[in-house]
């Protein structure tokens, strides 16, 4: 597994969660690494991601509430999850690629379920 995701569970509306994303050094210095989810019966999206240098994006439906960062001496992406909202409950995933447009294409993890109760 060359992307490895954690950090799931189930919390209850307003309160936090912060995932993981572990990778090789190789990887991870040299991509662009994000965050996707897919609810059930919904498509994939967005959520964040983070370039080499730092540069952050969001999906509007987070801005303000999840910050994504990275720890380049541990080689992992975090994404801290505050303020969770039922509308956010599904498997999160990570993702590495050369840029942000090709995350898609990109490497993918195994996914970390997210549950929020409201």
């Known amino acids: 597994v060359q992307l490895q995701a954690s950090g799931g569970g189930l919390v209850e509306a307003g309160e936090s969660l912060r995932l993981s994303c572990g990778t090789s050094e190789t990887i991870f210095s040299n991509n662009a690494m994000g965050w996707y989810r897919q609810a059930p019966g919904k498509q994939r999206e967005f959520v964040a991601a983070?370039?080499?240098?730092?540069?952050?994006n969001y999906a509007d439906s987070v801005m303000g509430r999840f910050t994504i960062s990275r720890d380049n001496a541990k080689n992992t992406m975090y994404l801290q999850m505050d303020n969770l909202e039922p509308e956010d409950t599904a498997v999160y995933y990570c993702?590495?690629?050369?840029?942000?447009?090709?995350?898609?294409?990109?490497?993918w993890g195994q996914g970390t379920l997210v549950t929020v109760s409201s």
């Open positions: 983070i370039l080499p240098d730092g540069a952050t």
């Open positions: 993702t590495a690629a050369h840029s942000v447009a090709r995350l898609p294409q990109g490497l």
